[in-house]
């Protein structure tokens, strides 16, 4: 699949469900949105780059906390949501762009803080996306990412790849700590700390929110229900398909 192609596909599979998201109680709270309030509180002169986006939840926190936001997004969809999530909300620093995370149209050294969450597992080529977050940090910069964590373990590893790809086709990929820690550190910054979660989804709401076709929810549920006893009780497999998974929440920073 090409870039632009690929493009194209999260753009159509994320458009039409931009107000599901904004309502999604996984992406609208979570341990994680705390995190990083905590930690962007001691910015409050900072410029923030929110890299996709989605409806906008770590935006907003970050809006409470920092200078301005640029919320940054492929779907237009999305963004629109965000606007008026922001105007409903009475947060006037927050700002809107759209485009890639490969190619960011903005300026070298023009934000303090970059963050990302939900989205790395979208992106066409994380590596590209990574030298574009160093690129427009400031030197001494701090990038924080938020994501799906991939156990590493190959059997559980594929089983996670497959019942997301399944979901949802614009997936590319949940990468392990190990592999983040790689892609981090040949992008040129410097990791700092890592923090392990564990995220529980429940399954209907799961592939509602996605629009995820019967037929690929059916297999999903056949998927699921062949997995040897291993994998059912790590991912703490529930019989209506409910299941948790691995995140993460990583800090690096762009040397001075």
Known sequence: MTTQTHHNNVEKQFGSQASAYLTSAVHASGRDLQRLGERLSA??????????????????????????????????QMLDVVKQAAKDKGLNNIITAQGYAEILPFDDAAYDVVISRYSAHHWHDVGQALREVKRVLKPGGIFIMMDIMSPGHP????????????????HVRNYSSGEWFSMINESGLV??????????????????????????????????????QEVKTYFELQDDGSFSSDTLMVEAHKAK
């Open 155 to 170: 059997l559980r590893d594929i089983w996670l790849q497959t019942v997301e790809a399944l979901r949802d086709t614009s």
């Open 43 to 76: 910015y409050p002169e900072a410029r923030v780059l929110d890299l996709g986006c989605g409806a906008g939840h770590a935006s907003f926190v970050a809006a409470a906390n920092v200078a301005s936001v640029t919320a940054y997004d492929l779907s237009a």
């Open 191 to 228: 990791t700092d700390s890592l923090i392990a979660d564990r995220l529980s989804l429940e399954f209907s709401s799961w592939v509602t929110r996605m629009r995820t076709p019967e037929a690929l929810c059916t297999a999903i549920r056949l998927y699921q229900e062949s997995a040897s």
